[in-house]
């Protein structure tokens, strides 16, 4: 199993990104996909989730209406787009599969997000 992220960067506050995440190692059209962030000093969180088929989302209240997570089972790849940027958005944000809350053991290196004037 491994998870590829990346799209991260330095942004203005207000601004957009949009990641990305390759898997591979798996079934990927079976499985839920989530995106986690870890910013620093803090646990790491769930941000959204996806089903396998991608008809159903969610998204937890702090990034509700600003954030979208899709998926794309032909490239076993899932995104995350990022908008109205905030600076409690930085941290470093994953992808992993599996229910929410109940992440794999395998993650990827992360793709690191600034939110900075």
């Known amino acids: 199993v491994q998870f590829v992220e990346s799209g991260g960067g330095l942004v203005q506050p207000g601004g957009s990104l949009r990641l990305s995440c390759a898997a591979s190692g798996f079934t990927f059209s079976r499985y839920h996909m989530n995106w986690y962030r870890q910013a620093p000093g803090k646990e790491r969180e769930l941000v959204a989730t996806?089903?396998?088929?991608?008809?159903?989302?969610d998204h937890a209240d702090s990034v509700k209406g600003r954030f979208a997570i899709s998926r794309d089972n032909y490239m076993n790849t899932v995104y995350l787009q990022m908008n109205s940027l905030k600076p409690d958005d930085t941290a470093v944000y994953y992808c992993?599969?599996?229910?929410?809350?109940?992440?794999?053991?395998?993650w990827g290196q992360g793709t690191q997000v600034t939110v900075s004037p």
């Open positions: 996806i089903t396998s088929t991608g008809t159903s989302t």
């Open positions: 992993n599969a599996g229910l929410p809350g109940s992440p794999w053991a395998s």
